[in-house]
């Protein structure tokens, strides 16, 4: 009987090393998504600061900057290589599992003052495209709400150094801001808990 059950597994590995099964037929959306994880944390909600919670991104939006990873539109780090690997049916897959998921919160530290400052230039500026406090999966605009402050921070300076393309509506009004300004919005992002 053992013999049997060696000789099956064998054969189940001699298959998948020769390419009789295809990639299509071993992956699902769950674990497609799950090798974001390392980064991302357990169905997209970071547990790190330098990347960004991705639960509950729109579908749209996910997809879209993936494309734009992949294409080398968007900067990165590491993001460029690793969208590569991945089809457009693939970035379509991971999206409907993270679009399930909740908006993560993050448990750090703001500052106080700031975030009240921010709360006020939100309403004024950005509620409009980053509605409930930047909690609302929307098609254009990705997550906001309890981001991690150093992520934000970090894709402000990509978006101010031109290195990434601002949208046209924000830097309408990102161009009115001061610094001073700007980082009170990323600490009232960061704050939402």
Request: aromatic share 8%; net charge negative.
């Amino acid at each position: 009987m053992k013999t049997s059950k060696l000789h099956f597994t064998a054969a189940a590995i001699g298959l998948l090393a020769a390419g009789s099964l295809s990639a299509g037929d071993v992956r699902s959306p769950s674990m497609l998504a799950n090798t974001c994880a390392g980064c991302h944390g357990t169905n997209g909600a970071s547990q790190g600061p330098a990347s960004p919670t991705i639960a509950g991104l729109s579908e749209e939006y996910f997809v879209e900057v993936m494309t734009e990873f992949a294409s080398g539109d968007v900067p990165s780090t590491i993001m460029g290589r690793i969208a590569k690997g991945y089809s457009d049916e693939e970035f379509q897959l991971m999206a409907s599992v993270f679009a399930k998921q909740p908006v993560a919160v993050t448990s750090q530290q703001t500052d106080a003052a700031k975030a009240e400052a921010g709360s006020k230039l939100y309403e004024k500026n950005c509620e409009k495209c980053h509605d409930e406090k930047g909690a609302l999966a929307d098609d254009d605009a990705g997550i906001l709400y309890s981001q991690w402050l150093p992520y934000l921070q970090y894709s402000m300076e990509d978006f101010m150094a031109g290195s990434r393309e601002m949208p046209k509506k924000m830097k309408k009004k990102v161009e009115k801001l001061s610094d001073a300004e700007i980082d009170a919005l990323l600490h009232f992002f960061a704050s939402q808990q």
